[in-house]
């Protein structure tokens, strides 16, 4: 299943990176993820960037998310797109997307999409 849960987010972040997040969506008879990221633009210089980072969350509740993440995409050029690496089976009945801007030496705006692309491991 795929799941685009963030369509043309416009997101900041500075040296004290703004922090996202998706809804959550529930992963059903699935047991893997991997996150996708789409920056189509950004308003600085790539060295003043830094990365922007989208990391899948899990929970089995809904609400008390483990922010140790189950699978990241990072970007640090626009326009770009990256699949991340798929995760291992996650033990979480819910996922949700957590996106920020990292490592940025002044102000940063972007443009960003993302998705969580769940499937059957093992």
């Known amino acids: 299943m795929t799941g685009k849960l963030v369509e043309d987010l416009l997101i900041s972040g500075g040296t ?3 922090v996202y997040y998706s809804s959550a969506i529930p992963l059903g008879d699935d047991n893997g993820a991997m996150a996708e990221l789409w920056v189509t633009s950004v308003d600085a210089t790539f060295s003043t960037l830094g990365s922007v980072v989208v990391t899948a ?3 089995n509740d809904g609400i008390n998310f483990d922010t140790s993440g189950v699978a990241t995409a990072t970007l640090s050029t626009a ?3 990256n699949a991340g690496t798929p995760s ?3 033990p979480w ?3 949700r997307l957590r996106i920020e801007i990292t490592g940025a030496s002044g102000a940063v705006t972007a443009l960003v999409s993302a998705s969580i692309r769940t499937f059957r491991a093992g």
């Open 88 to 90: 291992a089976v996650i």
């Open 79 to 81: 326009p770009g797109w």
């Open 93 to 95: 009945a819910w996922l």
């Open 16 to 18: 004290t990176p703004g």
């Open 57 to 59: 969350e899990g929970s």
